[in-house]
């Protein structure tokens, strides 16, 4: 299996253009999560979907801040616009909804920095 | 609410030494525990679990046995070695997917 994918690994922006952060979760799998980890926060949960469905976004920073699901397969993290306090290494997790043992699978993350 | 608290690190050891991590947790119900490691430059692996009181988890010599009446679930290992260097993340979780995460422990072996 080729776990969860994140795209880009690493993304240099400049302050005020848009970011677009993606993930692909492991086949099979019906919960996705996005996190932000950084040195002062350390490692936040932004928002988790559920078969697709957004169910807790209270992580979400701000409005600048927007995650999709449009299906099973494919998830997006949007920051618009961007500032340099983004800057963060962004992971995305997945797991299967059920059982007793869903582990959360996370991808390498994207290291976002915003000058 | 929900909390999990870690012992601040930096932990620096030299090869071969004893590891604890200690962490303790908040919970209104019986959570399960878990212990996640993230190595230089990656993301977060499940390290151990344990799903019910007395429970213990163990992988890769680590061990940490879930402790309802101090509510806790320390992580140890008898021997580090220096692959063993990485962040140590204790978390919960309730019958929903959404986990808890402690603030992370670094831990440095030396050889």
């Known amino acids: 299996d080729a776990g969860v994918i994140q795209s880009p690994r690493h993304e240099v922006t400049e302050m005020g253009q848009e970011v677009t952060l993606r993930c692909k979760p492991i086949s099979g799998h019906n919960s996705l999560f996005w996190y932000r980890q950084t040195m002062m926060r350390g490692l936040e949960l932004l928002i988790y979907f559920n078969n697709n469905v957004p169910i807790d976004d209270s992580g979400m920073p701000e409005d600048r801040f927007s995650a999709k699901m449009p299906n099973a397969s494919f998830s997006t993290l949007k920051i618009q616009p961007s500032e340099p306090r983004d800057s963060a290494v962004y992971f995305c997790?997945?797991?299967?909804?059920?059982?007793?043992?869903?582990?959360?699978?996370f991808g390498p993350g994207t290291r976002l920095t915003v000058l | 609410g929900d909390s999990v608290t870690q012992m601040e690190g930096p932990v620096t050891l030299s090869e071969e030494a004893f590891l604890t991590i200690n962490c303790t947790y908040t919970a209104t119900g019986y959570p399960s525990l878990f212990w996640y490691v993230q190595y230089p430059g990656e993301g977060l692996q499940l390290l151990l679990k344990?799903?019910?009181?007395?429970d213990k988890g163990s992988n890769k010599g680590f061990e940490a046995t879930y402790r309802k009446e101090t509510t806790s679930f320390h992580l140890e290992k008898g021997s580090v070695q220096v692959s063993d260097s990485a962040v140590y993340f204790c978390a919960l979780r309730y019958a929903g997917n959404k986990l808890t995460f402690g603030g992370g422990t670094r831990v440095l072996v030396k050889p």
């Open positions: 997790a997945s797991s299967q909804l059920q059982g007793t043992y869903n582990e959360q699978f």
């Open positions: 344990a799903t019910k009181a007395d």
